[in-house]
């Protein structure tokens, strides 16, 4: 096939009372549902909980997954109505996409907890011996190519 391949991402809110837990077994849920209908999972993420930009059945937050899947299409239908049915769901959206398939990401929040850990020298240090940027040292470029100029404090 070509570079451009059609796929699909859907995006569901979860309600945000739910424990972390159940959200995993969401997402399990639906992913296992989607491949029973004939797709194929290319990456599935969970976004966190959001603030909504309206209250949706009572809710001003919500827990956001995303998932990126392919197949004939025929299994959107059957995917989204286990999705209307279910009472945790409080919106659901698929939408076609065209260009290069997503690549699936690590999972930044257990990765990030575990580099904390291991490199306790990675934590950034105090502020004074960072450096400080003002109007008179900004950025200049040249050739293409940025260069930041700073002073110490």
Same mark, same amino acid.
């Given at each position: 096939?070509?570079?451009?391949?059609?796929?699909?991402?859907?995006?569901?809110?979860?309600? !945000?009372?739910?424990?972390e837990?159940? %959200?995993?077994?969401?997402?399990?849920?639906?992913?296992?549902?989607?491949?029973?209908?004939?797709?194929?999972?290319?990456?599935?993420?969970?976004?966190?909980?959001?603030?909504?930009?309206?209250?949706?059945?009572?809710?001003?937050?919500?827990?956001?997954?995303?998932?990126?899947?392919?197949?004939d299409?025929?299994?959107i239908?059957?995917?989204?109505?286990?999705?209307?049915?279910s009472?945790?769901?409080?919106?659901?959206m698929?939408?076609k996409?065209?260009?290069?398939?997503?690549?699936?990401? !690590?999972?930044?929040?257990?990765?990030?907890?575990?580099?904390?850990k291991?490199? !306790?020298?990675?934590?950034v240090?105090?502020?004074?011996?960072? !450096? %400080?940027?003002n109007?008179?040292?900004?950025?200049?470029?040249?050739?293409?190519t940025?260069?930041?100029?700073?002073?110490?404090?």
């Amino acid at each position: 096939m070509n570079n451009q391949q059609s796929y699909y991402e859907t995006m569901y809110i979860l309600r !945000p009372d739910i424990a972390e837990d159940e %959200v995993t077994n969401y997402i399990n849920k639906y992913n296992k549902l989607l491949e029973e209908f004939g797709g194929t999972i290319l990456d599935s993420q969970m976004r966190g909980k959001r603030r909504l930009a309206y209250q949706i059945a009572k809710h001003r937050e919500g827990i956001y997954v995303q998932l990126s899947h392919q197949g004939d299409g025929q299994h959107i239908f059957k995917i989204e109505k286990a999705m209307r049915l279910s009472e945790d769901v409080i919106r659901y959206m698929t939408v076609k996409q065209e260009g290069p398939l997503p690549t699936p990401r !690590p999972s930044t929040k257990s990765s990030t907890q575990v580099d904390d850990k291991e490199n !306790p020298e990675t934590k950034v240090e105090s502020k004074e011996k960072q !450096p %400080v940027l003002n109007a008179d040292n900004l950025t200049s470029e040249k050739e293409g190519t940025k260069i930041l100029k700073t002073t110490e404090s």
